[in-house]
């Protein structure tokens, strides 16, 4: 990917504009400005369990899930895999998107507990070697939210009360959000992009010293 000339990032900063454009792929400055570091012995992986639906997934996500189904049951609850034995192994939720079923009207299907803490069975089973692929796409880049444009995504912060003990470790830490999700923004839109974040923060945080003088 062809790196915004550092005249352009300036131009950002100095405005404090509240989107950046790198490539075809708009990103919050809220992941720049924001802090985050998951605390599950506060939250107990309550993402989870509470929920409008279960978790977006995208095809490729739902056709796998499918496929190697009898290989995750073993690292399911058993009212998870009643879930998907009624429901089937992804759903259609209201707004027409695929997405995890769920247990009731509460946990994801996929949830399995290590005491209090709810964690991810697909998550456990690619740990363990059982499959090659990982959790969902929008459980792993988590806050973040993607929005697919005309042309390119939008890469948005998305605040949930739940969260707030990963805000409070996060600013404790000095960890912004996008650096906290580094693995999984890799995984997503590649290392490239990743630096280019990266570079952009540098430049946030040289402006806004530049300010104070």
């Not at 796998?64 to 073993?74: A, G, R």
Request: charged residues 30%; contains cysteine; negative net charge.
């Amino acid at each position: 990917m062809v790196a915004e000339s550092p005249l352009f990032l300036q131009f950002c900063v100095s405005v404090c504009i509240k989107m950046i454009q790198i490539g075809n792929r708009i990103v919050s400055r809220e992941l720049f400005d924001n802090y985050f570091t998951c605390h599950l012995e506060k939250c107990e992986g309550s993402c989870c369990v509470y929920g409008d639906s279960g978790a977006p997934l995208e095809d490729e996500e739902a056709d796998l899930i499918d496929k190697y189904i009898n290989v995750l049951f073993p690292f399911m609850r058993p009212e998870g895999r009643r879930a998907v034995e009624k429901s089937g192994s992804w759903l259609i939720d209201g707004d027409g998107d695929k997405v995890t079923p769920l247990v009731g009207w509460e946990e994801c299907a996929y949830a399995c507990f290590e005491g209090d803490i709810a964690r991810c069975a697909i998550e456990k089973a690619y740990e363990e070697g059982a499959v090659s692929f990982q959790k969902p796409v929008s459980c792993h880049l988590y806050p973040i939210r993607i929005t697919r444009l005309k042309e390119g995504v939008a890469l948005n912060y998305h605040r949930w009360s739940i969260c707030e003990p990963a805000r409070i470790l996060g600013k404790k830490r000095g960890i912004p959000v996008f650096r906290f999700l580094e693995d999984a923004i890799k995984r997503v839109f590649g290392n490239a992009f990743y630096e280019e974040m990266e570079l952009i923060y540098r430049e946030i945080n040289k402006s806004e010293l530049s300010n104070l003088k």
